[in-house]
């Protein structure tokens, strides 16, 4: 797979190095027109009037719930639209109020840590230095009753890929249910619904080369009568008299208020786009950008690298280099080449606490990076790494 794509990207024309794809990812051209088209002309609410520019933005606005249902191996009415990953989460949460027992790894960006942390057990299941899941610690809290296991499907900071093929057998064994937080994983390694029996998929819109302000909640409609909807309102009813309502059926249920009409729009040229290229060819090619990276990372001198350094793994790296404060790092290399990193716990400060690890500098890839980008972030961190050691 070569690069023409990139032409696609208009970010990247300003020559900047954008290696902070797992913070948030560019958008291409076909997302930026999906959303212009929208605010331009296309303006219109949505599942409300009859009137042509309405009923327009809706079948567009419908045809990103078909396209993500083909992505993550679901059906139309499976897929909930939320503000993002975290709102996804959450919804959960706060739409199975009872739970008493969970189980979540210590890996998993504050998003799907902290929603989880007033259920009156939550177990927290190591994780070794490579990412992988303590299998005896997850088989206990499960045995001991865990009814819900939430567990990142790729790690922010070690870049670890998880076995949900494993885990999701020994959560059926135990009739629990498995959350999967696919934010990191959704762009080119979409988990599939129904293939792996997962229960509940996690993802943002704006990590999948789509507009922020989106985001999903894909679900077994078996959930759908457990579930309560965290919020109230317009839209998710179906009848409101003075004395009482009535709901209407899953999705919308789920979806009160006006949602985010063009960022939803605009992911679903951003879903279409994943397509056309194929999840299968994206991964390839961020594989072997992956590799190049951690080869090109291990030479520089004073440079440790966290995570899994062979096998499986998510298309970032992330790293400390001997005598430098991570932050420090990332403006240097900003202000030296425009090269764009991210710094520090990556909302993931659990993690670090559990691996007694210091803040990191981590570099993330899309499809729209290319082996140059890579040598230029190494090369200013060569001389970093060299009046660092001075
Ligand atoms: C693994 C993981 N989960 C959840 C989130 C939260 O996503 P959002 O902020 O889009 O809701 C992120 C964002 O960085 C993430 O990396």
Redesign the pocket.
């Known amino acids: 797979m070569s690069e023409p794509w990139r032409d696609d990207f208009p970010a990247l024309a300003d020559g900047m190095v954008y290696l902070d794809s797992?913070?948030t990812t560019l958008k291409p051209q076909p997302v930026i027109d999906a959303v212009r088209w929208f605010l331009e002309g296309g303006t219109a609410a949505v599942h409300r009037a009859v009137h042509a520019k309405s009923v327009a933005a809706t079948d567009r606005f419908e045809a990103t719930r078909e396209a993500l249902a083909r992505w993550f191996g679901a059906d139309t009415d499976e897929v909930v639209f939320s503000r993002?990953?975290?709102e996804a989460i959450n919804l959960v949460r706060r739409g199975l109020p009872s739970l008493g027992h969970v189980a979540v790894t210590v890996m998993e960006?504050h998003?799907?840590f902290v929603p989880w942390m007033d259920v009156p057990r939550c177990d927290r299941i190591s994780v070794d230095t490579d990412g992988n899941v303590n299998e005896q610690e997850l088989k206990e809290s499960l045995a001991a009753g865990a009814q819900l296991v939430a567990v990142?499907h790729q790690s922010?900071v070690l870049g670890a890929v998880t076995d949900l093929r494993m885990i999701s057998e020994l959560v059926q064994k135990q009739n629990a249910a498995l959350l999967v937080?696919a934010?990191?994983s959704a762009s080119h390694d979409p988990p599939q619904l129904h293939d792996l029996k997962l229960d509940f998929i996690a993802c943002?819109a704006?990590?999948m080369l789509g507009p922020s302000g989106a985001?999903a909640l894909i679900v077994d409609r078996k959930w759908y009568p457990k579930m309560r909807p965290s919020l109230l309102g317009g839209h998710m009813v179906e009848q409101v008299h003075l004395d009482g309502w009535t709901m209407q059926s899953p999705p919308h249920s789920f979806e009160a208020g006006t949602p985010a009409i063009e960022s939803v729009i605009g992911w679903g040229a951003a879903v279409n786009y994943l397509q056309q290229l194929g999840p299968d060819a994206i991964a390839d090619r961020l594989a072997t950008l992956t590799d190049y990276l951690l080869q090109r990372l291990g030479a520089i001198p004073g440079l440790n690298l966290v995570g899994p350094v062979s096998g499986r793994r998510g298309p970032l790296a992330a790293f400390h280099l001997e005598g430098m404060e991570a932050t420090a790092v990332a403006r240097i290399v900003s202000q030296r080449d425009q090269i764009c990193v991210r710094s520090g716990y990556h909302?993931a400060q659990p993690l670090h606490e559990h691996l007694s690890m210091a803040p990191t500098v981590r570099a993330s890839l899309q499809l729209y990076n290319n082996e140059q980008d890579i040598d230029r972030f190494c090369s200013v961190l060569d001389s970093v790494a060299k009046i660092a050691c001075m």
């Open positions: 797992a913070a993002g990953a975290t960006h998003s799907n990142t922010n937080d934010a990191q943002s704006h990590k985001g909302c």
